[in-house]
């Protein structure tokens, strides 16, 4: 089993950073990938960013390239999203979420384990 939890949402206005945490304990092993996700009320999950536990590789969806950058410290079993220039739009839940079998890594359905998530609101 792995837990997830996340924390660093809040209120920030337009063109401001905040900086989530997703804290990892359980069985977290090098195959791993872990996951950023946001919902806005009334949609869908969508994919931010993600992160290989190993290799570090990372991945963005385009809308948050330039802006958001996806880290881990293994040493604190920690993911961290940093955001920045940060707009409207980007108001949502964010969950962090993790997976050893990350066949597509874009897909919440990838993803077994979830944290509670955090709100981000950001005003103009």
């Known amino acids: 089993q792995v837990q997830l939890v996340e924390s660093g949402g809040g209120l920030v206005q337009a063109g401001g950073s905040l900086r989530l945490s997703c804290a990892a304990s359980?069985?977290?092993?090098?195959?791993?990938?872990l996951g950023w996700f946001r919902q806005a009320p009334g949609q869908e999950r969508d994919f931010v960013a993600a992160i290989s536990w190993s290799a570090g590789s990372t991945y963005y969806t385009d809308y948050v390239k330039g802006r958001f950058t996806v880290s881990r410290d293994g040493a604190q079993n920690t993911v961290f999203l940093q955001m920045d220039s940060l707009k409207p739009e980007d108001t949502a839940v964010y969950y962090c979420?993790?997976?050893?079998?990350?066949?597509?890594?874009?897909?919440?359905?990838?993803?077994?384990?979830w944290g509670q998530g955090t709100q981000v609101t950001v005003s103009s």
């Open positions: 359980g069985r977290i092993s090098n195959n791993f990938v």
């Open positions: 979420a993790a997976t050893g079998a990350a066949l597509i890594i874009r897909r919440a359905g990838s993803y077994p384990y």
